[in-house]
């Protein structure tokens, strides 16, 4: 079965310093990977996908992900954090039937 | 180009009601996709549209229902509400191919009191 893991529930990190969100997945055949961002009492924001090429992928607000096949990883990262980068993240897998499997979401603190 | 728009915002109901919420989508995309987002469970996929024809459901019980306008508008209902069925409900709309971004509405919160 499809699945999405996103193993911490919490990440902190001091404004300016580099961030990563982790993923991991497992699914059958290539997968379709997502992040999304989601600010308090809203929808969910896309912040940038992986279909095929190029492993790093680079999205919006300076977000960038790295997919690794072999560790079946796909990391958000962001070189410096700013305050108001803080929100909830989610990775997110998307099937061929179009079944979008979401992970339970990484709540990111970023302090001044 | 307008975003993918849903109404009511926030309802509230009654257990035993039935309740209808509706995601007009980006103009152009076909696709329509609703998952429920609780604090417990998550984001769930509840179904996915195209062009009128259901392509895809989750695992709810068949209180959950919905259907697709020849619009694209789509519509979700519920029936006989339970408390767990509080909720902020996603609508989604997209192109055609599952490689293809999702963009999310704001949602409709429902309470069930």
């Known amino acids: 079965a499809q699945s999405v893991a996103q193993p911490e529930d919490q990440v902190n990190v001091a404004e300016g310093n580099p961030l990563t969100v982790k993923c991991t997945y497992s699914?059958?055949?290539?997968?379709?990977l997502f992040w999304y961002v989601q600010y308090p009492n809203r929808g969910l924001q896309f912040l940038l996908k992986y279909i095929t090429g190029d492993n790093l992928v680079k999205g919006s607000y300076g977000f960038e992900a790295e997919f690794n096949k072999s560790q079946t990883s796909f990391h958000l990262k962001k070189p410096s954090a700013l305050v108001s980068d803080s929100a909830l993240y989610f990775c997110?897998?998307?099937?061929?039937?179009?079944?979008?499997?979401f992970g339970a979401g990484t709540r990111l603190f970023v302090k001044a | 180009k307008a975003g993918v728009t849903q109404t009511p915002r926030y309802l509230i109901k009654t257990r035993g009601q039935q309740v209808t919420l509706s995601c007009s989508p980006i103009?152009?995309?076909?696709?329509v996709s609703w998952y429920q987002q609780t604090p417990g469970q998550g984001l769930q996929f509840l179904f996915e549209y195209f062009s009128e024809t259901q392509r895809n459901k989750g695992n709810f019980p068949g209180r959950f229902s919905g259907r697709q306008f020849s619009n694209s508008r789509s519509e979700m209902n519920v029936s006989t509400l339970e408390l767990g069925d509080s909720a902020l409900y996603l609508c989604?709309?997209?192109?055609?191919?599952?490689?293809?971004?999702?963009?999310f509405g704001p949602g409709t919160r429902l309470l069930v009191l």
């Open positions: 699914v059958s055949g290539n997968p379709y």
């Open positions: 103009s152009g995309h076909r696709s």
């Open positions: 989604a709309s997209s192109l055609r191919q599952p490689q293809e971004t999702q963009y």
């Open positions: 997110a897998v998307r099937e061929l039937g179009f079944k979008t499997i």
